[in-house]
């Protein structure tokens, strides 16, 4: 199967041939493995990483549209998965950290919002999320990324393939568009009361 190209096995696979998968992601396995490894410094994280990259890699196969080599779309997706295990492991070791502390115990007993602040909440969040759902795509998958998914700039650029620069730079557009659709939102809540 050596003298097929990328996308010939892609199309086999494509074709329900999915024995043709192995073949094809074992050409850049060892490649995709240290590419993990150097992000999650761990033999058995980064093999678990690639496992997790190369099925969702294959559920998501119909997507792959040829723009970018293969091994690129796969080097993305396992940056991507890579990326969520620090992001989570960053997560557990403050939550273990705010367990331990017993300076912090008072944040998992504060005082629960009366109706009309959990009311406010509510809509807030509601609003907040429609905003972010009709950001244009370039700037709602940096914001995403950087406010949401808590990535850092060098972590959302390589995921997304553009430059640090232009990660602070939609970044920040975001936030602006962000804060002028939420500030419309309030004022015609506002003029709907009065």
Not at 88 to 108: D, G, I, K, M, T
Not at 131 to 147: A, C, K, N, Q
């Amino acid at each position: 199967m050596r003298h097929l190209t990328d996308e010939e096995l892609i199309d086999r696979v494509r074709a329900g041939e999915t024995s043709m998968y192995g073949t094809l992601t074992g050409r850049y396995h060892r490649r995709l493995y240290c590419l993990a490894l150097r992000i999650l410094k761990n033999d058995a994280e980064a093999e678990d990483a690639l496992q997790d990259a190369y099925i969702l890699a294959l559920t998501r196969l119909n997507q792959y549209a040829g723009r970018s080599s293969f091994y690129t779309w796969m080097a993305r997706i396992t940056m991507n998965e890579a990326f969520t295990r620090i992001r989570a492991r960053r997560r557990a070791q403050r939550l273990e950290a705010a367990v331990e502390s017993p300076a912090n115990h008072h944040h998992f007993f504060a005082h629960v919002p009366n109706p009309e602040q959990q009311a406010f909440q509510n809509e807030f969040r509601r609003a907040f999320t429609i905003s972010v759902r009709s950001l244009p795509d370039r700037y709602r998958s940096v914001f995403t990324m950087r406010e949401i998914q808590e990535m850092s700039t060098a972590e959302a650029a390589c995921s997304l393939g553009i430059t640090e620069e232009c990660v602070k730079t939609r970044l920040h557009r975001a936030r602006e568009l962000l804060q002028r659709r939420l500030a419309r939102r309030v004022r015609v809540r506002e003029r709907a009361a009065a």
